[in-house]
Each structure stands twice: as C-alpha cells, then as structure tokens.
C-alpha cells in the first residue's frame, strides 16, 4: 500500500486523525507533516502517536513534492489551513495558505496519482443560503476569506477530479468539539473553550449570543467520517467536494445547560465578539446530510448528550480534576 500523508497534522483535527488512521494503516503508513519544526505529540504513551514525520510549509509545492515522492504516498489528507475568526485578520495570508495550499496539493496529486481528502466547511455557506437544513446543493456566496476559500477548493477539487482524474473527496465539517489538542481560531471554538472553562472554574465568558444556532460533532464522529469517505465506493459518489455532514445543531444556551447537569455550579455569560457573531450570523443553522447517509452510509454517533458526558469526563482526567471538584 501507498502511503498517507497528513498535512497540518498537529492541528485540532490532526492530532486526532494521525493516531487513527496509524491504528487502522499501520504506524509506519501514515506521514505526519506540519509546519511545526518539531512535532508535539499530544498523547506521547499512545503507540500509534508515534511514526515519522515531516516538517511541510503547504505554500512551498516542491517541499511537498519531495515529500509525496520519497515517502511514496498515495493518498493526501489535507487539513494546513487557517480557521475562519484569523482568516479574516489576515485574507491575504489565508487565501496564500488555504488556497494555494490545496493546489499544491491537488498538483502534487496529478503527478503522483494520489487521492486526496480535502476539508470543507459550514464556512462554504453565506448569508444568501437557505439556512434551515442547508441542503446539499444550494447557493454558495459566503463572505469570509474562509469560505471564499473553501467553496474556491471545493470547485478546485471537483475540477482536478473531471479534468485530471484525482480521487479527491470532501466533507463540509461543522464546528469540531475536541479535547486532544485545542482549535486556533475558528468561529466554532466556544464549543471546546466552554468545557476547559467549565471543568477549571465552573464558569464561561461566551463569545457568541446564546441563541446562535450552529451544526456541531464529536471527533471520534468526524474522524470516522473522513476516513468512511476515503474508502468508500467511489461509483456511490454523487458529489464528491464535499459532503453536508453533521451530528447535533446547538447553541451555547443548550450546550450550557448539557453542561449544568454534570457540573450543577456552572455559570454562562455573554461577551459577545461582533466579527465572530457576524461570522456566526452567515453561516446555516442546520445542513441536511441525506446525500452522505445515502452515499457513504454516514450516520454520527455522538449526540449532544453523549458528546457532552464524554467530553466533561476526557477534560476532567486531562487537567487532573476529579469530578468533586468541579461540581
Ligand atoms: N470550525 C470552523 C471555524 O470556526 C468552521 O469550519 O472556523
């Protein structure tokens, strides 16, 4: 078997797909790559943490190149990219990276034939998009450099597949709820921060409104989900960039109560960050995911409930809290 690279892989996604993917391939199949010098392995006792590892600068396409060819890799998952919030601090840095990243990849996958796994985003959406069960095909004009940017790869990858014949295959992934290693500046990131704060000081300074309404997942959920998609039969495929997923559609007030019942002295409230909430504000309240439960059998399992009680328990044993003291 070829191999797999992953690129931007000690990210919040990363951390959690490498060590997936290692115990399902084999930890000497899977390239771990980042533009950190020096990898930080977020569980150093896990066995399948541990393989080789490259530093990738994604803009650099002969870095990747040498890469793809030494490594002899066969399939790409490409996660480098900046999160929506610090995309639009910085549009030009963003498009650089997010843009010219993926085409350095999907060119780097025409020459070596590589499949490539390429993330999309509720950010693909805009304020002009039904937002209630955000169907699969619809319209796509957001107005953020992020979701330029992904609805941009999402064409890109699609055209690299017609013209060229790469395997490339998406997900439009919702807010990702975690506890290996944290989000860097997504829109989504108070579905993580509300846990670290609830666990270490019963208390949460949100920077959404309460009622902002937003698709969430678990992890386990979507790491399942990129790897279901790159094995499946490619002739089942109606769409191929990119997949409407999701798990729950929630909002902080519904995930502030979730949290109360395990930590009953818990307390929310509202800073609200206007460019984060205007963010917010454009993207869909709810995507309808039937083409992916059609096409690749796609089915979550972590409701907000059971992606609640996991998380409280995984932060607690992360920052050595026993549950009495942060009831
Ligand atoms: N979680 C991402 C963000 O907030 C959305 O894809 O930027």
Same mark, same amino acid.
Not at 115 to 130: C, L, N
Not at 247 to 260: F, H, K, N, V, W
Not at 293 to 320: C, F
């Given at each position: 078997?070829? @191999?797999?690279?992953?690129?931007?892989?000690?990210?919040?996604?990363?951390?959690?797909?490498?060590?997936?993917?290692?115990?399902?391939?084999?930890?000497?199949?899977?390239?771990?790559?980042?533009?950190?010098?020096?990898?930080? *392995?977020?569980?150093?006792?896990?066995?399948?943490?541990?393989?080789?590892?490259?530093?990738?600068?994604?803009?650099? =396409?002969?870095?990747?190149?040498?890469?793809?060819?030494?490594?002899?890799?066969?399939?790409?998952?490409?996660?480098?990219?900046?999160?929506?919030?610090?995309?639009?601090?910085?549009?030009?840095?963003?498009?650089?990276?997010?843009?010219?990243?993926?085409?350095?990849?999907?060119?780097?996958?025409?020459?070596?034939?590589?499949?490539?796994?390429?993330?999309?985003?509720?950010?693909?959406?805009?304020?002009?998009?039904?937002?209630? @069960?955000?169907?699969?095909?619809?319209?796509?004009?957001?107005?953020?450099?992020?979701?330029? =940017?992904?609805?941009?790869?999402?064409?890109?990858?699609?055209?690299? &597949?017609?013209?060229?014949?790469?395997?490339?295959?998406?997900?439009?992934?919702?807010?990702?709820? *975690?506890?290996?290693?944290?989000?860097?500046?997504?829109?989504?990131?108070? =579905?993580?921060?509300?846990?670290?704060?609830?666990?270490?000081?019963?208390?949460?300074?949100?920077?959404?409104?309460?009622?902002?309404?937003?698709?969430?997942?678990?992890?386990?959920? /979507?790491?399942? /989900?990129?790897?279901?998609?790159?094995?499946?039969?490619?002739s089942a495929l109606h769409h191929r960039n990119a997949y409407n997923v999701t798990?729950?559609?929630?909002?902080?007030?519904?995930? /502030?109560?979730?949290?109360?019942?395990?930590?009953? @002295?818990?307390?929310?409230?509202?800073?609200?960050?206007p460019i984060r909430q205007a963010i917010a504000d454009s993207w869909p309240r709810s995507v309808d995911d039937?083409? =992916?439960?059609?096409?690749?059998?796609?089915?979550?399992?972590?409701?907000?409930? &059971?992606?609640?009680?996991?998380?409280?328990?995984?932060?607690?044993? @992360?920052?050595?809290?026993? /549950?009495?003291?942060?009831?």
């Open positions: 078997m070829r @191999k797999i690279l992953v690129t931007g892989a000690q990210g919040q996604i990363g951390s959690e797909l490498v060590p997936a993917l290692r115990e399902h391939y084999g930890a000497d199949q899977v390239i771990e790559s980042d533009i950190r010098m020096v990898p930080t *392995s977020p569980n150093p006792g896990l066995a399948s943490a541990h393989g080789d590892y490259e530093y990738l600068d994604c803009t650099q =396409a002969q870095q990747l190149e040498d890469i793809v060819r030494r490594h002899q890799v066969g399939t790409i998952y490409h996660l480098a990219a900046l999160l929506s919030a610090v995309a639009e601090e910085k549009p030009q840095i963003a498009w650089n990276l997010n843009m010219g990243g993926l085409y350095n990849v999907l060119e780097a996958a025409r020459r070596n034939n590589c499949a490539v796994f390429f993330p999309s985003s509720i950010g693909a959406f805009g304020p002009t998009t039904p937002r209630d @069960k955000t169907p699969q095909v619809t319209i796509q004009r957001p107005t953020t450099m992020y979701g330029v =940017a992904k609805v941009s790869g999402e064409l890109m990858a699609d055209y690299y &597949a017609q013209r060229f014949g790469v395997d490339s295959r998406g997900i439009r992934l919702p807010g990702l709820i *975690s506890y290996t290693a944290l989000p860097g500046g997504g829109t989504t990131d108070y =579905a993580v921060d509300i846990f670290y704060q609830a666990v270490r000081y019963q208390h949460y300074a949100c920077f959404l409104r309460p009622d902002t309404r937003l698709d969430m997942m678990y992890m386990p959920d /979507a790491v399942r /989900a990129m790897i279901d998609l790159m094995q499946a039969n490619p798990a729950m559609s929630i909002t902080p007030e519904e995930l /502030a109560d979730q949290i109360s019942k395990h930590i009953p @002295k818990f307390v929310i409230e509202y800073e609200v960050d039937q083409a =992916a439960r059609t096409d690749w059998n796609w089915a979550p399992q972590y409701d907000l409930e &059971a992606m609640t009680e996991d998380m409280i328990g995984k932060v607690r044993r @992360k920052l050595n809290k026993s /549950a009495s003291e942060t009831e």
